[in-house]
C-alpha cells in the first residue's frame, strides 16, 4: 500500500467537488451547495467544479488543497488558505466568473 499526500492540481476538480460538498454538509442532510444550488445536483456540481478551475482563486480554487491517495486513489482532501489574502470578495468575484461562463440569467443570479 503507498500512502501519498499532494497538492491537488486541475485534475482534481470532481473529487475537490466532493470534498467541498461533503464538507459544507457538516454532518447534516444539506450543506451549503444544496442551499445555494437546490434546484440541480448536475448543475450545483458543475458550478463547484468550475469555482475550483476558476482563474480567479478563491476558498474554492483548487490550489488551496492537497490530496490523500492510496495506491493513486484520492481518499482525502483537506482545504486551506489564508484569510487576509483569500476572502468572501474572492469568493464574489469567482461566483461572478463562473456565472458569466454558464450563462446565469440575471433572474438566475438572483435567486
Partial sequence: MTICIRNANERDAEFIVWVMQTAGRSNHDLGFW?????ESYNERTQCAKNMALAESVSLCHYTNFIIAEIDNEPVGGLCGYYSREINREHFREALKEVM?????SQSRREN
Avoid: Q
Avoid at 444544496?34 to 437546490?38: D, G, N, R, S, V
Fill in 34 to 38: 444544496e442551499h445555494f444550488i437546490p
Fill in 100 to 104: 458569466d461562463k454558464l450563462e446565469w
